[in-house]
């Protein structure tokens, strides 16, 4: 690895590459920003990318002409660029990401990526974010690297041997955090609703955000839980350290919490750090739903933007709107219940912040199905759980109109009448 500056080293990029850059808290900004900065050199350049933390001056307009983003999920900093027309969205299953560079659909030339200060034996650690970018970095030509001492040193997929690194940038720079927020009232009481269908014993796979914090915060009087997610955050780290996840029922990494990427507080990273008991692998490794179904009960809680009353589940898009991605949602949804015992759980707040309802009678015009109504087994609000497995068309609206807001209800009973006539 050679070290040098940030300039230097992204002066091999060169026009109409395709370029790879390093998920959430991992994403390499030094290297972004002397990226961005060679604008009026390069044309055509592609980025590939899922979230990341951090801007992304890439996407502004004025870079148009030198960048163009493909999102494998769509965060904050490229939203407005997706939906303007200026970067694209790619629907895909987190769990085949790494297959785009393997099979060389996308032939990556180059990776910008974020890692830990080689150890004595030459290795660094790709630290909290593995996901696609172990991939990545096995099939990019060019491989750029922002070196810091802040990434937590992670066990799993994500060591790299410094050989590997062409450029080597070093920077002393705090990760990006997530604060976790207060919970509200209909958020704790969500969660108290899905802990109840989680049974001792079972194998966790939740995201980031209030819900699945809620959910986190009333398994405290649960035993035996283990993790297999593809991501995790604050909320996980009191359970562990009181015992309640111990990983000891799981059949596949037993007594060992498996992930792929992390975003949290200076806490987490911590927790992360040289931990032995955590596996940081591959994200097609981690949603193969072949894998995940290995454990037992698996408990796979997941958000959506809205369910209509046959239970499809839209959780990437409002109506035309690009809000997110397909991510490992369908991965653990198909996981979870193949799962001996498992359960896959839709969880989301019965309205919006504006009284409008989430469960509805059509999905809006151009919503994206990210779950499909055949996979759908629970559907959570803070009015309780809906049971659809196994249930027609009608008695799934019957069970879903149970759980949506009070002032929704008739609404909804007029829409499923007109729709279903015997309803």
């Known amino acids: 690895m050679k070290i040098t500056t940030a300039a230097d080293a992204l002066s091999h990029v060169r026009s109409n590459q395709h370029l790879y850059i390093h998920t959430a808290a991992a994403a390499p900004v030094k290297l972004v920003e002397a990226l961005t900065a060679r604008q009026n050199e390069l044309k055509g350049v592609q980025i590939y990318q899922l979230h990341t933390e951090g801007p992304a001056p890439y996407a502004e307009p004025e870079c148009v002409d030198s960048f163009h983003v493909n ?33 060389h659909v996308i032939d990556l030339d180059v990776a910008l990526i974020h890692v830990s200060p080689p150890d004595k034996h030459g290795f660094c650690s790709l630290g909290v974010s593995v996901d696609a970018t172990r991939a990545a970095v096995n099939n990019a030509k060019l491989v750029i690297a922002q070196v810091n001492p802040n990434m937590p040193r992670t066990h799993g997929d994500g060591i790299i041997h410094e050989s590997v690194i062409d450029f080597g940038v070093e920077v002393n720079d705090p990760l990006p955090e997530h604060i976790p927020q207060e919970l509200t009232k209909v958020e704790k009481q969500i969660g108290q609703n899905c802990a109840a269908l989680i049974e001792d014993g079972a194998t966790l796979q939740m995201g980031i955000g209030s819900i699945p914090d809620a959910v986190l915060a009333a398994l405290r009087n649960h035993k ?17 350290e ?60 997941n958000s959506a933007i809205e369910v209509d009353l046959t239970g499809q589940v839209c959780a990437d898009s409002i109506s035309t709107y690009q809000y997110s991605g397909v991510g490992g949602q369908m991965d653990f949804i198909r996981g979870a219940s193949l799962s001996e015992g498992g359960k896959p759980i839709i969880a989301l707040p019965s309205s919006t912040n504006k009284g409008i309802s989430r469960i509805v009678p059509y999905l809006k015009q151009g919503a994206g199905v990210v779950t499909t109504r055949a996979h759908v087994h629970y559907v959570v609000t803070e009015y309780g759980a809906a049971s659809l497995y196994g249930l027609g068309l009608q008695q799934r609206a019957k069970e879903l109109i149970k759980i949506a807001h009070p002032s929704h209800r008739e609404e909804l009973e007029k829409a499923a009448h007109e729709r279903f006539k015997k309803y």
């Open 224 to 240: 035996n839980l283990g993790v297999h997610t593809e991501m995790f955050s604050d909320g996980m780290i009191d359970l562990v």
């Open 71 to 103: 999102a494998f999920f769509v965060g904050k900093n490229v939203r407005q660029a997706v939906n303007d027309g200026r970067a694209d969205y790619v629907p895909i299953f987190l769990s085949e990401v790494p297959l785009l560079f393997k099979n």
């Open 242 to 301: 009181s015992g309640v996840i111990n990983n000891s029922m799981k059949r596949r990494h037993p007594n060992r919490i498996v992930s792929s990427f992390a975003m949290g507080t200076r806490r987490l990273y911590d927790f992360m750090d040289d931990n032995p008991n955590l596996a940081m692998l591959d994200c097609a490794y981690v949603n193969d739903t072949a894998i995940i179904r290995k454990n037992p009960k698996v408990t796979a809680v």
